[in-house]
């Protein structure tokens, strides 16, 4: 069914690009089947020649030939898209909707009963590597969900989620990609104080941060446990552990997501 599926992107920015590159090199979808808007005749034209796909300047002229609609707009503009497109929208079109902190409910009294799915992806889609959460509206069915799950799921990991979770989805992995790359600057810049080359200190930090993420996924294994295997009594780990303790690392990551999700959740009002 997915490789014949047209699915629109409504915006091809960075979020947008991220997962339609993703999905074509993935081979999820035909590009010939795959859609995108942009506002601007210009934006169209440079879009479409990065992407290799069609792009459209009229977002009912999008929605009309797409089987599934993904809103890839900022937050304060999908009232605007939405009121734009309802005339054209039917039960039988799908709304994927990646805008952070607006709910199914509020797609849902504008786009009508319509099947809408909210998903919440992150960048790293673009190499094959995303992790999307996704929350079903009213009218959502199984179907509507194993769609979406097959669809994010081609470009890294999906998973369901609780709406209510959403925001929290938002503050983790959302967001988190640039969490991580501060991260891996900072390791990086203590190499590169202690003498290392920079490009050096750099593919070290980013490929231990992989590795890492690689064992907890494959392990199964809880964090503090496969931390606990790498710390030795007296040793080198203990004391580097010793001073993220000390200077509230811990505390100060789960603040930021905590703040992260906060912010997410007002940004649909």
Do not use: W
């Amino acid at each position: 069914m997915s490789n014949n599926y047209k699915t629109g992107f409504i915006g091809a920015g960075v979020m947008g690009k991220a997962i339609i590159n993703g999905l074509v090199e993935s081979n999820f979808l035909d590009k010939n089947n795959i859609f995108a808007s942009e506002i601007s005749r210009e934006n169209a034209e440079k879009a479409s020649q990065e992407l290799g796909i069609k792009v459209f300047t009229d977002n009912g002229e999008l929605v009309k030939n797409s089987d599934t609609v993904i809103l890839c707009t900022k937050p304060y503009v999908i009232n605007t898209v939405l009121e734009d497109i309802k005339e054209v929208l039917t039960a039988k079109k799908l709304i994927i909707s990646i805008a952070a902190g607006v709910s199914t409910g509020f797609i849902e009294s504008i786009a009508g009963d319509v099947p809408v799915i909210r998903a919440m992806p992150n960048t790293p889609a673009l190499i094959k590597e995303g992790m999307t959460a996704i929350c079903r509206g009213r009218f959502a069915t199984d179907e509507h969900v194993k769609f979406a799950q097959a669809l994010f799921s081609s470009v890294g990991r999906c998973l369901e989620v609780e709406e209510k979770h959403i925001n929290a989805v938002t503050g983790i992995s959302g967001s988190g990609p640039a969490f991580m790359y501060l991260i891996i600057e900072a390791l990086a810049d203590g190499g590169v104080k202690l003498g290392l080359p920079k490009k050096i200190a750099v593919e070290l930090a980013a490929q231990t941060a992989l590795g890492a993420a690689g064992m907890v996924l494959e392990t199964g294994k809880h964090p503090s446990i496969l931390k606990d295997e790498v710390t030795t009594p007296g040793g080198c780990t203990i004391a580097g552990l010793a001073v993220m303790e000390e200077c509230n690392v811990r505390a100060s990551l789960s603040k930021t997501v905590q703040e992260t999700a906060r912010t997410a959740a007002g940004l649909g009002k």
